[in-house]
């Protein structure tokens, strides 16, 4: 069974930092873009950030860029997500995804089942 398993959410004040680990079991995602997306109350589940299968491609959405880093390490199967100067906004389920039939931002095929993440003012 495929599974993506995210660690690393929790309460935390405006300007700390967290990181986010996703580990993956049940299949290598090693040739696979792999990411982040979050889902805030009310609103619709929205891409973070994007990992190529070798690592030297990242993509971000505008709104984290130069705050969030993501990263991976293929041996692990594993995918990270640093962020720093969080602010309430970024409160929200974070979820790890993989796509193994298409691009991460669009067609994401595997996902897991979230962590919390909530940034107090």
């Known amino acids: 069974q495929v599974q993506l398993v995210e660690s690393g959410g929790g309460l935390v004040q405006a300007g700390d930092s967290l990181r986010l680990s996703c580990a993956a079991s049940?299949?290598?995602?090693?040739?696979?873009?792999m990411g982040w997306f979050r889902q805030a109350p009310g609103k619709e589940r929205e891409f973070v950030a994007g990992i190529m299968w070798s690592g030297g491609s990242t993509y971000y959405a505008d709104f984290v860029k130069g705050r969030f880093t993501i990263s991976r390490d293929n041996a692990k199967n594993t995918v990270y997500l640093q962020m720093n100067s969080l602010i309430p906004d970024d409160t929200a389920v974070y979820y790890c995804a993989a796509a193994t039939r298409g691009s991460i931002r669009s067609s994401p095929n595997y996902w897991g089942q979230g962590t919390q993440v909530t940034v107090s003012s």
């Open positions: 049940g299949r290598t995602f090693s040739n696979y873009p």
